[in-house]
């Protein structure tokens, strides 16, 4: 969809958003007596702020927002619920919380979460007349006609009809001897034709899938184009090499061409993550680690014999070695580097069963993320011998270890955790692993280490 429209949308629904929730603030305050003992303006102005800053937070991780979620009323109004339901029990949460510093009647927050949810589902009817409106609007219609008729011109008229709520692809031209008897899109003849054609019917963009290097007229339908006032985009096809999305970048006036985009490329991401994984490490290891380590010891040490720590090596950044610590959860065993965990598995102590349900016996990993071999979230290692062996098994595996390991990541919280049974295992966790890397934000490693504490207090089947 067009950029600039896209960032309109964006831009209205955030505030209309928080303007109905702040309209609905307003008039249900107005419309409920004050708890007795408390300030008006210091109780109503605490709860204000505090509904408006978990909204803008809830919608930054959920990325209600997002141009993704904006190209379909289904992606939106379902993002949007989505965030409003965890947004809706840190409300309860936090109003328990502070209740007996800022008392406020309960039908108040109740009120404004029942109606912020029909605000939201206005909004998102708006948006949804929104589009039906410019879809409809004549003044809106980008008229287009692609070049060429085979897979990559059908995929291309397919996501426009999708994306696109204002483009009317008119049809295809393609050589006479490429042309189909049954269609079912309009596929006129003759590539030397174009411009008599879009003038026919009232072309205002073109799309070519035919590439100048494969038909020389390409040039000269550019030049024609631009004096027409038609607009003239190419769509190169890699599906030959590479059949995922792509990253263009310039160096001047040279484009480069790569595989992936990895925002952690840029210096300025690498010193934010750097410092989100210190500051949380840090609180883990002073906080929590400073007297868990010693309890754990006790017990580790007076239920099973060997050490209380356990220190494997496994494949961090780049692939260079690093060993990961975690509080030992097995008796001492000649295979720890090699057979990982199964469910049930006799390896496991009575206390360990309990620190692997619980996620507990990967606390010593914050002391890694403080060295720098690690991060708070990233892939998750594995063992040197286990790095072969998926290595072997799905050709993307190794690009994961471009990122920092981390002690949660982004195929944890999507349910890939725990024993790998089959191939189709690790291509998922890869394929998430990727994601990650080439998605990668602040306000996402905040939503994924908040998935992992939800899910860690939830209960996950497997860890074992």
Same mark, same amino acid.
């Given at each position: ?19 109905? $929730? ?65 947004? &809706? ?15 406020? %009647? ?25 589009? $039906? ?52 899109? =309009? ?27 494969? /038909? ?5 339908? #550019? ?45 300025? /991401? ?8 210190? &500051? ?13 380590? =010693? ?68 606390? %010593? ?8 071999? #690690?991060?708070?979230?990233? =892939?998750?290692?594995? #063992? ?18 471009? &990122?920092? %390991? ?59």
């Amino acid at each position: 969809m067009n950029r600039r429209f896209l960032k309109f949308q964006q831009i209205l629904f955030v505030v209309l958003d928080l303007f109905i $929730l702040n309209l609905i603030l307003f008039t249900t305050q107005t419309s409920i007596d004050e708890a007795p003992g408390s300030s008006l303006v210091t109780t109503h102005t605490f709860y204000w702020s505090l509904l408006n800053l978990l909204w803008l937070t809830m919608a930054g991780l959920g990325r209600i927002y997002a141009y993704q979620e904006l190209t379909s009323f289904r992606s939106f109004t379902k993002s949007t619920f989505g965030g409003y339901f965890i947004w &809706a029990f840190f409300v309860m949460v936090m109003a328990f919380v502070f209740n007996g510093f800022f008392p406020l %009647p309960q039908v108040f927050l109740y009120s404004a979460i029942l109606y912020f949810a029909e605000g939201l589902l206005f909004n998102r009817l708006l948006f949804l007349a929104i589009r $039906l409106w410019v879809s409809n609007k004549a003044y809106f219609h980008r008229r287009i006609i692609i070049l060429g008729y085979n897979s990559l011109s059908r995929k291309l008229a397919a996501h426009l009809a999708i994306e696109e709520p204002n483009a009317r692809i008119v049809g295809f031209i393609d050589e006479t001897g490429n042309v189909p008897k049954v269609s079912s899109m =309009p596929v006129f003849s003759g590539i030397s034709n174009t411009m008599h054609i879009a003038g026919m019917q009232n072309i205002t963009e073109i799309f070519s899938t035919v590439m100048p290097e494969d /038909n020389n007229e390409i040039y000269q339908l #550019m030049k024609q184009a631009d004096k027409a006032l038609i607009r003239f985009r190419i769509v190169p096809n890699f599906a030959s090499v590479i059949n995922r999305p792509v990253h263009m970048d310039y160096i001047r006036d040279i484009p480069i061409l790569s595989e992936r985009k990895e925002p952690l490329e840029e210096v300025i /991401n690498r010193v934010q993550k750097r410092i989100f994984d210190i &500051a949380i490490s840090s609180v883990a290891i002073v906080f929590v680690l400073s007297w868990l380590a =010693p309890l754990l010891s006790l017990i580790i040490y007076a239920t099973s014999p060997g050490p209380v720590f356990f220190a494997q090596w496994r494949n961090g950044k780049n692939n260079r070695p690093f060993r990961c610590f975690k509080f030992r959860s097995m008796a001492v065993s000649s295979e720890s580097d090699s057979r990982q965990a199964t469910r049930n598995d006799v390896r496991v102590t009575s206390i360990g069963r309990f620190m692997r349900k619980t996620s507990l016996d990967e606390f %010593p990993q914050f002391i890694n993320v403080l060295l720098g071999n #690690m991060s708070i979230v990233g =892939p998750r290692p594995h #063992m040197l011998e286990h790095t072969k062996r998926f290595s072997a098994q799905e050709e993307h595996y190794m690009v994961r270890q471009f &990122a920092k %390991p981390g002690i949660t990541g982004w195929a944890q919280t999507n349910g890939y955790r725990g024993e790998i049974t089959d191939v189709k295992q690790i291509q998922k966790r890869v394929q998430y692993d990727l994601w990650y890397l080439e998605n990668w934000s602040l306000a996402l490693d905040l939503k994924i280490t908040f998935l992992t504490i939800y899910n860690g207090l939830k209960g996950d089947s497997k860890a074992y």
